[in-house]
């Protein structure tokens, strides 16, 4: 549907039913009260929708250091990872928007901590094995292994999904890990001088 013209060079055009020939491209079902459309004008094309709110447990302004973020933010998830419980810390947003920066402070505070948990925790025995794997076109490659190609996931009944054949080093000490750490990232895929790399995955594994 077309509606009345603001200006002669101007016009909204509201979403049509997926079902309707011709009609525009949606990402996702919503609901018909919930209208979109764009608005052309002067040879521009502007995206409108309904005004959204957004609840976050924690923003960190620019000014924050990693460590305030790892402190505040993935301080207690990564050390949940001791207590058995699965644990995720992940990075999200668009190029060059600091990522590799703030995620490679992250793994190194995080490192430090679970050794120092481990030093004290004499009643204990733990055993920290590293996997690092990289994801680009849905292919996964193995950064501890880059010869062995291509990777399958598979669905294991006990430890869920699993990349088939991923290499599990047996970590010995914080100095060990740091040096795969580094041997990972230096296998990473980068293209030229903006750093564009793909999604990198650094697995953890205590018992």
């Known amino acids: 549907m077309v509606g009345t013209p603001v200006t002669p060079a101007s016009k909204m055009i509201q979403r049509t039913p997926s079902t309707t020939p011709g009609g525009g491209t949606r990402v996702r079902e919503e609901d018909s009260s919930n209208s979109y459309g764009s608005a052309i004008k002067q040879e521009r094309t502007s995206i409108e929708r309904p005004a959204t709110s957004y609840k976050f447990d924690k923003v960190f302004d620019p000014s924050c250091s990693t460590l305030k973020v790892y402190e505040e933010g993935a301080k207690n998830v990564a050390l949940s990872a001791l207590t ?10 668009q190029t060059s928007s600091g990522k590799t920066y703030t995620m490679r402070g992250i793994t190194e505070n995080a490192v430090t901590d679970i050794f120092e948990h481990i030093k004290n925790t004499q009643e204990r025995a733990f055993v920290l094995k590293v996997s690092a794997l990289e994801i ?3 292919s996964v490659i193995d950064l501890l292994n880059r010869e062995s190609g291509h990777l399958r996931l598979l669905d294991d009944p006990e430890r869920g999904i699993i990349v088939e054949k991923l290499v599990e080093e047996v970590v010995k000490d914080i100095n ?4 795969l750490i580094g041997i990972c990232e230096g ?4 293209i030229n001088s903006l750093e564009f790399c793909f999604n990198f995955v650094m697995l953890c594994i205590q018992e």
Do not use: D, K, Q, V
């Open 84 to 93: 058995g419980i699965n644990t995720t810390i992940f990075a999200y947003g």
């Open 136 to 138: 680009y076109n849905e």
């Open 176 to 179: 060990h890990l740091r040096h």
């Open 187 to 190: 296998s990473r895929l980068c």
